[in-house]
Nanobody, 116 residues
Framework: QVQLVESGGGLVQPGGSLRLSCAAS????????MGWYRQAPGKERELVAA???????NYADSVKGRFTISIDNADITVYLQMNSLKLEDTAVYYC??????????WGKGALVTVSS
């Protein structure tokens, strides 16, 4: 079984920062890509950022220049550094792992609330 455990969510004021972590465990064998998605109330889940083991990244336009994704391949852990947070960044953030052997897996989600 593959497990993804997120941590680092919480409440922050506009302009503040948070760092999310997602640690993968289990019989993964290989990783094609890891990433972060988010779902705000009443909206569909959307891609925030993704990264390959080789370091290729892509970001949603709404977070470019503010969020940074990184990966620790040895520990199969992905991070999302979120700076200059805005009210509209409030959402549940889900970790995603795409493995060519084990398929696609999701974490349970971490709530990020940006509020003054």
């Amino acid at each position: 079984q593959v497990q993804l455990v997120e941590s680092g969510g919480g409440l922050v004021q506009p302009g503040g920062s948070l760092r999310l972590s997602c640690a993968a465990s289990g019989s993964i064998f290989s990783v094609r890509r890891m990433g972060w998605y988010r779902q705000a109330p009443g909206k569909e889940r959307e891609l925030v950022a993704a990264i390959t083991p080789g370091g290729t990244v892509n970001y949603a336009d709404s977070v470019k220049g503010r969020f940074t994704i990184s990966i620790d391949n040895a520990d199969i852990t992905v991070y999302l550094q979120m700076n200059s947070l805005k009210l509209e960044d409030t959402a549940v953030y889900y970790c995603n792992l795409d493995s060519p052997v084990r398929g696609v897996h999701w974490g349970k989600g971490a709530l990020v609330t940006v509020s003054s």
